[in-house]
């Protein structure tokens, strides 16, 4: 009767195994992408946390200009909101590295004029507005901001 009861245990384990994986099969399984799909995908590059961790800010080609431009979304969730802007009539250039100063109130990058290697540090309001340069193009490569803590 033991071996029996083992038996049936070893087989409704199985079966419960099978039906588990069948249903999480049904669940992963995907369709094609389409040609709209493949051209409306965007990407995220860096990211920072807020120092309070409320928000977190992150680079996205999903804005405007078709080039990384920097966001913001609550931790708590909701919908993305767009922070930088281009000035109008200047070509848009991809933001990336950022980094916020200890109080969160400014946001420091970087980005390369005309999307050459070397790369120049800005810094903007965490809650958006017009960006001010801090270096210039001057041969040397200016990547990863670090704002002092004081």
């Keep these: 009767m033991r071996r029996h009861s083992s038996s049936l245990t070893l087989i409704t384990a199985v079966a419960v195994a099978a039906m ?62 767009q922070i930088s802007t281009n000035p109008a009539g200047e070509r848009p250039e991809p933001k990336n590295g950022l980094e916020l100063s200890a109080d969160g109130k400014t946001i420091f990058y970087t980005t390369a004029h005309y999307f050459q290697n070397i790369e120049d540090i800005y810094r903007m309001p965490s809650s958006g507005g017009p960006a001010t340069r801090l270096t210039f193009n001057d041969a040397m490569i200016e990547t990863e901001p670090r704002p002092s803590p004081d």
């Design 20 to 81: 588990f994986a069948a249903a999480l099969a049904g669940q992963q399984r995907r369709t094609a992408y389409t040609l709209d799909d493949w051209m409306t995908m965007t990407s995220v590059g860096s990211f920072a946390w807020s120092p309070d961790g409320a928000t977190i800010y992150f680079t996205s080609d999903a804005g405007d200009s078709g080039t990384d431009e920097i966001f913001r979304i609550p931790v708590a969730g909701g919908q993305p909101t």
